[in-house]
């Protein structure tokens, strides 16, 4: 399944391996419990591990954290559109993908994956001062 992944050190264009259903899939990206947001696409759909700032993580140095590191340019995107509260940021993995009439979750559409990247690279500029 196309979609894109915006990690806490980047983003990108992605296939999803769905042969294990999209629901597994969408909770191995995010690393739990799957929340889905709105984008501010129409018709995109932003998941979030929905316990993401309190949860708590090994890294590979065998540390122990709590919550997953915030993603500065998932909650960027989400600030700038008006989407978050005041103070509030994204943590964790973000996956865009979307739905049919159904409610199931799709790939992503060329226009919608065209129409994100645009919205992510501005996001990333206004970021590091460039726009």
Aim: net charge negative; proline share 4%.
């Amino acid at each position: 399944m196309e979609t894109i992944i915006i990690t806490p050190t980047g983003a990108d264009a992605h296939q999803l391996d769905t042969t294990e259903g999209t629901l597994k899939a969408l909770q191995g990206t995010v690393g739990g419990l799957v929340q889905c947001l709105p984008f501010p696409i129409q018709g995109v759909d932003a998941w979030v591990n929905e316990e993401g700032k309190y949860a708590t993580w090994e890294d590979a140095e065998g540390n122990i954290h709590e919550g997953l590191p915030m993603n500065m340019l998932a909650t960027a995107v989400m600030d700038q559109a008006g989407y978050l509260f005041a103070g509030d940021w994204i943590s964790g993995n973000m996956v865009l993908t979307t739905c049919d009439e159904e409610g199931n979750t799709q790939p992503l559409t060329n226009s919608q994956l065209h129409q994100a990247i645009d919205l992510i690279n501005q996001s990333a500029r206004a970021l590091n001062g460039e726009g």
